[in-house]
């Protein structure tokens, strides 16, 4: 490839590199060390090499469109496995063959960082949410600010000769152009949580106590007010948690839920992390009810409510992260997180079980359902304990009739 028998990539290879930059930039992500330099000539693996030689040479008509859809995606798939800046170059050769191309082409090479780069999957995660819930954040000015679905799922492709520029791609849409290329998705589990998490906090801040606080509440408009400000808060938790429920699952699937309850909750409350000092009581029940609901979702997204094939896992998974919640109630487990942070999580995720998915309990041991039915008596929720017990079925009425 140097340009006299075969196309050089060196005439728009570090235009091309530039363009990928852009485009990830105007989603919302920055990949400073993405542009190569230096004067060190662009190669190819030679497997890679001689794919792209024979289907460079290929006539560009309707008979040998569905050719070249194969030979695309190999291209895509071997370029993407090779050390980087192959993709680039290969974007580079084809976009002198093909400039109708162009955008797709910059889009396709851009989705490669992914694979290659945690950071930047952390990075599109942080602007999905961003997105959807609509707010602003410093590295993606032009998404809109509405957010909501049109945000998240908005335009397919960049376009480089809009007027003012790049136009960003939808976060969502990269996400699931690029999911399935991922070597490495547990790490994704709990970069969502703490999404989730920071959400919860955020609006804790700004919406309940940023707006009040310094303030007394002196009159029926002023508690009526704060009252909408919370079931404000609330609503977009669970807009929150459900757009969290539902990337993992689409990521992982049952293996990543799975992991979610037996590791990564647990590790979560057992060393505090994230938590911050002198939280208010309110930011950390929100946070608790956060993580409670997002839990719940994946749940019921991997295995569902009913009777199913999931149904052996779901009992097991379900039945050990029970036990973990019983452990820590009875004081054998010593949790790093706030007290606030962890009742709201309890109470809330068996509040959900217990109203919608009744099925899940009646699978868990019934020494487990006794042993949290009696510590929700010390924690004054004797009605969530009653409940508890009821949805165990025949098995635990001998415990419930004891608790009346």
């Not at 704060?226 to 293996?255: F, M, W, Y």
């Not at 979560?268 to 929100?286: H, Q, R, Y």
């Amino acid at each position: 490839m140097n340009g006299t028998d075969w196309p050089s990539p060196a005439a728009n290879l570090l235009s091309v590199e530039a363009e990928v930059k852009e485009t990830l930039a105007a989603t919302g992500i920055d990949v400073p060390s993405l542009v190569t330099g230096g004067n060190t000539a662009a190669t190819l693996p030679l497997p890679l090499a001689a794919l792209v030689s024979l289907t460079i040479t290929f006539k560009m008509d309707k008979n040998s469109e569905s050719l070249n859809g194969i030979a695309g995606l190999a291209l895509e798939t071997a370029a993407a496995g090779s050390p980087w800046p192959s993709t680039p170059i290969v974007a580079a050769l084809w976009a002198q063959k093909v400039r109708r191309w162009h955008d797709f082409i910059i889009f396709a090479s851009a989705r490669t960082v992914f694979r290659q780069d945690k950071y930047a999957v952390s990075q599109l995660l942080r602007s999905c949410f961003a997105a959807a819930l609509g707010s602003i954040n410093t590295i993606m000015p032009r998404l809109t600010v509405h957010g909501g679905v049109g945000a998240l799922l908005g335009r397919c492709y960049p376009s480089h000769s809009s007027p003012g520029g790049t136009s960003p791609v939808a976060p969502g849409l990269v996400y699931l152009r690029i999911y399935r290329g991922m070597y490495d998705i547990r790490f994704v589990t709990e970069e969502i949580l703490t999404l989730v998490v920071e959400t919860a906090r955020d609006l804790a801040a700004t919406g309940m106590n940023g707006e009040y606080s310094g303030q007394s509440i002196k009159n029926v408009q002023r508690l009526k007010s704060h009252q909408l400000s919370l079931a404000n808060a609330l609503a977009r938790v669970k807009q929150a948690s459900s757009l969290g429920a539902s990337l993992l699952c689409i990521t992982g699937g049952s293996g990543l839920v799975q992991m979610l309850y037996q590791e990564t909750l647990p590790t979560w409350f057992l060393s505090g992390n994230g938590t911050k000092p002198k939280t208010a009581g309110s930011a950390s029940a929100l946070e608790g009810y956060a993580i409670a609901h997002f839990s719940f979702l994946c749940g019921v997204c991997s295995w569902g409510v009913n009777a199913s094939s999931f149904s052996k896992r779901r009992a097991q998974v379900v039945g050990i992260h029970m036990d973990f919640m019983a452990r820590a109630m009875e004081g054998k487990i010593s949790l790093g997180c706030e007290h606030t942070t962890w009742r709201a999580y309890v109470l809330g995720f068996l509040a959900m079980i217990v109203s919608c998915v009744p099925n899940w309990i009646s699978e868990v041991n019934i020494e487990t359902l006794k042993r949290l039915a009696t510590e929700l008596r010390w924690w004054h929720e004797p009605e969530l304990s009653i409940a508890l017990l009821e949805r165990g079925g025949l098995r635990a009425m001998s415990a419930a009739a004891d608790l009346v």
